[in-house]
């Protein structure tokens, strides 16, 4: 199947600070990007859906100005977490569709905030 | 608009038994109807999908699933477990606009397996 990449795997931060996580389509043109977070021992929620060159679309009850998202090309989305604090400390995975009828998932993202 | 609901959000077996975990669906569309497993601290992998196609579907590591229109159900089972199927698993509906349309999951079985 086809390989999305997410970049980093772990990151620790500080209160405050902002984290930049990657999702890349290594082999596939991905049209749809999805955010999900997912916390321990729960499903997956999904947060935002961004198509390429346009603005995402976030679930309701999802801050758009604390979690950026951009998908500036077909193979790239990156979802920021601003000013993060240690409530948004949780297990974050990307999924990309593009062309198939199934979506590609990274490995996740572990975030904590310290 | 739809969902997905996942009857039991554990299940034993010991190794050897069969596996069945429980999947029904709503969907006011016809729906794409998907399997995955995540393994610990890990992303999701797809174990199988109908698509409207054959309504018994085959999967990976000797998994399949049964679309029943009738029952709203999409069950997964795997007739002998081993140790290696521990994990968490997801079913997740769709629409059919693949490209775009966005995945619902349920609430996710856990499996274990015991010797």
């Known amino acids: 199947g086809a390989v999305v990449s997410q970049h980093p795997s772990r990151v620790i931060c500080k209160s405050g600070t902002s984290v930049k996580i990657e999702c890349r389509s290594l082999d596939f043109q991905a049209t749809t990007m999805f955010w999900y977070r997912q916390f321990p021992k729960q499903s997956l929620m999904l947060m935002a859906t961004s198509n390429e060159g346009s603005k995402a679309t976030y679930e309701q009850g999802v801050e758009k100005d604390k979690f950026l998202i951009n998908h500036a090309s077909l193979t790239l989305s990156t979802l920021t977490v601003t000013s993060a604090h240690p409530e948004d400390s949780s297990f974050y995975i990307c999924?990309?569709?593009?062309?198939?009828?199934?979506?590609?998932f990274g490995q996740g993202t572990r975030l904590t905030v310290v | 608009a739809q969902s997905v609901t996942q009857l039991g959000s554990h299940v034993s077996v010991s190794e050897g038994a069969l596996v069945l975990l429980r999947c029904n669906y709503s969907?006011?569309?016809?729906?794409?109807l998907f399997w995955y497993v995540q393994y610990p601290n890990q992303g999701l992998q797809l174990l199988l999908k109908?698509?409207?196609?054959?309504?018994l579907v085959k999967g990976i590591n000797g998994f399949e699933a049964e679309f029943k229109k009738s029952e709203t159900s999409f069950h997964l089972t795997k007739p002998s477990a081993h140790m290696s199927d521990a994990a968490e698993y997801f079913c997740a509906v769709s629409g059919a606009r693949y490209n775009t349309d966005k995945l619902i999951f349920g609430t996710g079985t856990r499996l274990q397996v015991f010797p």
């Open positions: 969907s006011s569309v016809p729906p794409y």
């Open positions: 999924s990309a569709r593009g062309g198939s009828t199934e979506a590609f």
């Open positions: 109908y698509t409207s196609a054959a309504t």
